[in-house]
């Protein structure tokens, strides 16, 4: 019985039931225009809503007047007034004051349209709390299984899975402000074990999974580092890696326990009541450990606060809305696959169709599918993806793809080739691909993720400059249409919004454009520090704000222009000699790996200059010292010399699996050179029985 006094706004009712019908219709891309929403109009007939339309409507509608709609409604209601009356009935029935029932009018501090509420949200808890009940029938990952099927998760599955893990880890003792590292594959396991422990008022630690057998010794020092740094209590992990798992355990003195993400959820109490943590904008949501080539592994710290900053600005530059649908293989432990490709959608609400990243390697056409199948919007992936699908992707692998769909490709995480660029556009144009969504960014753990993007819709944009001046006076002079030895790098856009970036000397001093520098940012998302580590804090941040990434770059016309990392760059006889292009020339030689080629620097006492070494796997089953070799090292030679006008003092051929490479497939030249120095690259590793029998032994 309804309280006295109080009666149901039914004209409030009225136009909330048909401004949710207007919103839908509008996400669908329907031409139908708002005023065609009136009581009489047909549902299916005159406003084109399917069945599963009307379940989504439905449910939302649910949502918003806080009424228990049954299934019948959305098969039976036939036009708008139905569903009003669907409404209104069960309203009658209860009590207390309209705005208690129907919340604040549209407008009243605090509420937003559904299109705009993600910039309300602040920390990622509100954000799934607000889709599971707002949208808990919405698909939102589309999961490719290892047997090729696809696993659809929606945000109520998802938020259920979470609250699972969530009730496990404190019935196991878990604290609010206590890490939880993730060593598990991209899976279900991933993405509720991820929000359970946030749920559970924990932090997540996501590291990568033991992959390869012949580095397991490797695989376990770094990890028991990153365990350590980050004092874990618990390591959620999948049975396969169950007895690497507790390996690590014993040097790890702050965790409890090793546990199995499925057992964890079966054995979570599902009938007590659970009440999520209530996380505020300044605690830690993760810690994302940057790839660091030698000693002790950093941890960067990220707030909900950090996170949600940078998904708003990735949000406004890439334009993306209800109607995107991003596609991903990216590793869900590496910041651009976990924040890029799933935390924004999640945020944003929309889908994400997601596989592993073996499925990729293996097959990189199934990218593509997956673009078709999906029709997908918005993805991400370093250079190599594309180089990847240029070279290895066949035409009968592919007939009848389409690619017209695909707005927005950030190509990121690792220099861009201008040439690869050319390569992905003109392979795959006449599959639908437009070049003008390929989209260079720029980004660092350190920023979130994001720091610059491109403008939509523009294209690539490449600086060619004259290679003497640069190489010796960093200054990054246009060079002559004709000049074959122009050096190009790729504009990698603007700052995002609410950021800002400045180019400095050595002494932090502004420089001016088409001058090289020291790149630095500031702004909402740039992490308060590394975890547990002051000093490598303070070696980063320089004061108001700014943060040094560690790159070099240049800025023209206000684009920025990346040219390599600071200690990576070789200095020989007074020049500056970027990695990256020395690579991409020698792996285009015939038996050479590509992508498994390091350039670097080591001092050279007597010359007093620095040598410039090449480290090369080969194609070839026997390693250096045989005809076929000798000729791999004079091409090389030869190529690099032509190029860049400098050549080599020493190349190095090495067996495939030599060169070490982080979690996320970039190189590790510092690794690299410490092994080369060491005269270990060539050595080998000890098969992977014996690793493990050392790892117990310890």
Same mark, same amino acid.
């Given at each position: 019985?309804?309280?006295? $006094?109080?009666?149901?706004?039914?004209?409030?009712?009225?136009?909330?039931?048909?401004?949710?019908?207007?919103?839908?219709?509008?996400?669908?891309?329907?031409?139908?225009?708002?005023?065609?929403?009136?009581?009489?109009?047909?549902?299916?007939?005159?406003?084109?809503?399917?069945?599963?339309?009307?379940?989504?409507?439905?449910?939302?509608?649910? &949502?918003?007047?806080?009424?228990?709609?049954?299934?019948?409604?959305?098969?039976?209601?036939?036009?708008?007034?139905?569903?009003?009356?669907?409404?209104?009935?069960?309203?009658?029935?209860?009590? #207390?004051?309209?705005?208690?029932?129907?919340?604040?009018?549209?407008?009243?501090?605090? %509420?937003?349209?559904?299109?705009?509420?993600?910039?309300?949200?602040?920390?990622?808890?509100?954000?799934?709390?607000?889709?599971?009940?707002?949208?808990?029938?919405?698909?939102?990952?589309?999961?490719?299984?290892?047997?090729?099927?696809?696993?659809?998760?929606?945000?109520?599955?998802?938020?259920?899975?979470?609250?699972?893990?969530?009730?496990?880890?404190?019935?196991?003792?878990?604290?609010?402000?206590?890490? %939880?590292?993730?060593?598990?594959?991209?899976?279900?396991?991933?993405?509720?074990?991820?929000? $359970?422990?946030?749920?559970?008022?924990? &932090? /997540?630690?996501?590291?990568? =999974?033991?992959?390869?057998?012949?580095?397991?010794?490797?695989?376990?020092?770094?990890?028991?580092?990153?365990?350590?740094?980050?004092?874990?209590?618990?390591?959620?992990?999948?049975?396969?890696?169950?007895?690497?798992?507790?390996?690590?355990?014993?040097?790890? =003195?702050?965790?409890?326990?090793?546990?199995?993400?499925?057992?964890?959820?079966?054995?979570?109490?599902?009938?007590?009541?659970?009440?999520?943590?209530?996380?505020?904008?300044?605690?830690?949501?993760?810690?994302?450990?940057?790839?660091?080539?030698?000693?002790?592994? *950093?941890?960067?710290?990220?707030?909900?606060?950090?996170?949600?900053?940078?998904?708003?600005?990735?949000?406004?530059?890439?334009?993306?809305?209800?109607?995107?649908?991003?596609?991903?293989?990216?590793?869900?432990?590496?910041?651009? #696959?976990?924040?890029?490709?799933?935390?924004?959608?999640?945020?944003?609400?929309?889908?994400?169709?997601?596989?592993?990243?073996?499925?990729?390697?293996?097959?990189?056409?199934?990218?593509?599918?997956?673009?078709?199948?999906?029709?997908?919007?918005?993805?991400?992936?370093?250079?190599?993806?594309?180089?990847?699908?240029?070279? *290895?992707? *066949?035409?009968?692998?592919?007939?009848?793809?389409?690619?017209?769909?695909?707005?927005?490709?950030?190509?990121?995480?690792?220099?861009?080739?201008?040439?690869?660029?050319?390569?992905?556009?003109?392979?795959?144009? !006449?599959?639908?691909?437009?070049?003008?969504?390929?989209?260079?960014?720029?980004?660092?753990?350190?920023?979130?993720?994001?720091?610059?993007?491109?403008?939509?819709? !523009?294209?690539?944009?490449?600086?060619?400059?004259?290679?003497?001046? &640069?190489?010796?006076?960093?200054?990054?002079?246009?060079?002559?249409?004709?000049? =074959?030895?122009?050096?190009?790098?790729?504009?990698? #856009?603007?700052?995002?919004?609410?950021?800002?970036?400045?180019?400095?000397?050595?002494?932090?001093?502004?420089?001016?454009?088409?001058?090289?520098?020291?790149?630095?940012?500031?702004?909402?998302?740039?992490?308060?520090?590394?975890?547990?580590?002051?000093?490598?804090?303070?070696?980063?941040?320089?004061?108001?704000?700014?943060?040094?990434?560690?790159?070099?770059?240049?800025?023209?016309?206000?684009?920025?222009?990346?040219?390599?990392?600071?200690?990576?760059?070789?200095? *020989?006889?007074?020049?500056?000699?970027?990695?990256?292009?020395?690579?991409?020339?020698?792996?285009?030689?015939?038996?050479?790996?590509?992508?498994?080629? %390091?350039?670097?620097?080591?001092?050279?006492?007597?010359?007093?200059?620095?040598?410039?070494?090449?480290?090369?796997?080969?194609?070839?089953?026997?390693?250096?010292?045989?005809?076929?070799?000798?000729?791999?090292?004079?091409?090389?030679?030869?190529?690099?010399?032509? /190029?860049?006008?400098?050549?080599?003092?020493?190349?190095?051929?090495?067996? /495939?699996?030599?060169?070490?490479?982080?979690?996320?497939?970039?190189?590790?030249?510092?690794?690299?050179?410490?092994?080369?120095?060491? $005269?270990?690259?060539?050595?080998?590793?000890?098969?992977?029985?014996?690793?493990?029998?050392?790892?117990?032994?310890?």
């Amino acid at each position: 019985m309804a309280t006295p $006094g109080i009666q149901i706004d039914r004209a409030a009712v009225h136009d909330a039931v048909v401004g949710a019908v207007a919103e839908l219709l509008e996400e669908l891309g329907s031409h139908r225009l708002p005023s065609e929403v009136k009581p009489a109009a047909h549902l299916e007939r005159d406003l084109g809503l399917g069945s599963l339309e009307r379940v989504e409507l439905v449910t939302r509608l649910s &949502f918003t007047f806080q009424v228990n709609l049954s299934d019948r409604v959305a098969a039976e209601a036939e036009t708008v007034a139905d569903l009003i009356a669907a409404v209104v009935a069960p309203l009658d029935h209860l009590s #207390g004051p309209v705005t208690e029932i129907l919340g604040p009018a549209p407008g009243a501090p605090g %509420v937003a349209p559904d299109e705009h509420v993600w910039q309300q949200f602040e920390t990622l808890t509100e954000a799934l709390l607000y889709r599971a009940r707002a949208n808990p029938n919405r698909r939102h990952i589309l999961l490719r299984e290892d047997s090729g099927a696809v696993r659809h998760v929606t945000f109520g599955e998802l938020y259920a899975g979470a609250s699972a893990m969530a009730r496990g880890l404190r019935a196991r003792g878990l604290q609010p402000g206590d890490a %939880v590292a993730l060593m598990l594959p991209t899976s279900a396991d991933f993405f509720t074990s991820f929000f $359970g422990t946030l749920l559970a008022g924990g &932090f /997540a630690v996501p590291i990568y =999974p033991p992959m390869r057998a012949d580095r397991i010794e490797e695989y376990a020092t770094r990890q028991s580092a990153i365990l350590r740094s980050s004092e874990a209590r618990f390591l959620i992990t999948f049975r396969q890696a169950e007895a690497v798992a507790r390996m690590l355990q014993p040097h790890v =003195p702050s965790l409890k326990g090793v546990l199995s993400a499925a057992r964890l959820a079966q054995t979570s109490n599902g009938g007590t009541t659970f009440e999520p943590h209530r996380a505020r904008p300044s605690d830690i949501a993760f810690l994302q450990y940057t790839s660091g080539s030698t000693g002790e592994p *950093k941890g960067v710290t990220l707030t909900h606060a950090n996170l949600l900053a940078n998904i708003r600005a990735l949000v406004e530059a890439v334009d993306v809305t209800a109607r995107d649908v991003c596609v991903t293989w990216l590793p869900l432990y590496h910041d651009m #696959g976990l924040i890029g490709t799933w935390l924004t959608p999640l945020t944003m609400g929309i889908p994400t169709a997601v596989m592993s990243p073996l499925a990729f390697l293996t097959k990189p056409d199934r990218w593509l599918w997956a673009v078709h199948n999906h029709r997908g919007t918005v993805t991400a992936a370093p250079n190599f993806a594309f180089e990847l699908c240029v070279r *290895k992707v *066949k035409d009968e692998e592919i007939e009848g793809l389409d690619l017209s769909s695909w707005r927005a490709v950030l190509n990121g995480a690792e220099p861009v080739n201008p040439r690869t660029l050319d390569r992905f556009a003109q392979r795959f144009a !006449r599959y639908g691909f437009h070049p003008e969504a390929l989209l260079p960014v720029y980004g660092l753990a350190e920023a979130t993720l994001a720091v610059t993007i491109p403008p939509l819709g !523009r294209g690539p944009l490449v600086d060619r400059i004259d290679r003497a001046t &640069f190489e010796s006076a960093g200054r990054a002079v246009p060079a002559a249409p004709d000049d =074959p030895a122009a050096l190009e790098f790729v504009s990698v #856009g603007r700052p995002i919004p609410r950021h800002e970036i400045k180019i400095v000397d050595a002494d932090g001093c502004a420089l001016p454009e088409r001058v090289e520098g020291n790149l630095w940012f500031r702004g909402p998302s740039a992490t308060r520090g590394y975890y547990r580590n002051p000093e490598a804090t303070c070696a980063i941040q320089k004061g108001d704000g700014w943060v040094d990434t560690g790159d070099r770059a240049y800025c023209a016309e206000g684009e920025i222009y990346i040219t390599g990392r600071v200690k990576d760059i070789i200095i *020989k006889a007074g020049r500056n000699i970027y990695p990256h292009e020395v690579e991409e020339i020698a792996a285009s030689i015939e038996g050479v790996r590509r992508g498994c080629v %390091v350039a670097f620097g080591v001092a050279d006492e007597q010359a007093g200059t620095e040598r410039f070494v090449i480290v090369a796997e080969t194609r070839e089953p026997r390693r250096s010292g045989t005809r076929a070799a000798a000729a791999i090292e004079a091409s090389i030679i030869q190529q690099v010399a032509e /190029a860049i006008g400098m050549p080599p003092d020493v190349v190095e051929l090495v067996p /495939a699996g030599s060169i070490p490479k982080t979690s996320s497939g970039k190189l590790r030249r510092s690794e690299t050179r410490r092994l080369y120095l060491l $005269g270990e690259l060539r050595s080998g590793k000890p098969p992977a029985w014996l690793q493990m029998a050392r790892l117990a032994a310890l």
